[in-house]
């Protein structure tokens, strides 16, 4: 298992821009997965981006072409670059690292953002 530190949410007008970071205090370089997922206020928390070892992507339909998820082994950190926020973003973004397919997920605190419109 490895912790998790999320940085970089805040309060951001719609149709802006942030990038959340999420720092591994191991390494990641051969995780078998990693990802954000995000709950927004009175919902359940949803998948938003992942990414595997094979650098393969996959985001939930109502962030594609907004989201991209990327992630800097040699620094051990995750992104999650987010432009044309919209207020429905608003919510806690959590970070996850899945070391591998017999491993379960290790979670970060979160990160909240706010979409003001």
């Known amino acids: 298992q490895v912790q998790l530190v999320e940085s970089g949410g805040g309060l951001v007008q719609a149709g802006g821009s942030l990038r959340l970071s999420c720092a591994a205090s191991g390494s990641i370089g051969s995780a078998y997965a990693v990802g954000w997922h995000r709950q927004a206020p009175g919902k359940q928390r949803e998948s938003v981006a992942s990414?595997?070892?094979?650098?393969?992507?996959d985001y939930t339909d109502s962030v594609k072409g907004r989201f991209t998820i990327s992630r800097d082994n040699a620094k051990n950190t995750v992104y999650l670059q987010m432009i044309s926020l919209k207020p429905e973003d608003t919510g806690v973004y959590y970070c996850?690292?899945?070391?591998?397919?017999?491993?379960?997920?290790?979670w970060g605190q979160g990160t909240q953002v706010t979409v003001s419109s």
């Open positions: 996850y690292v899945r070391l591998s397919p017999m491993m379960g997920r290790s």
């Open positions: 990414i595997n070892s094979g650098g393969t992507t």
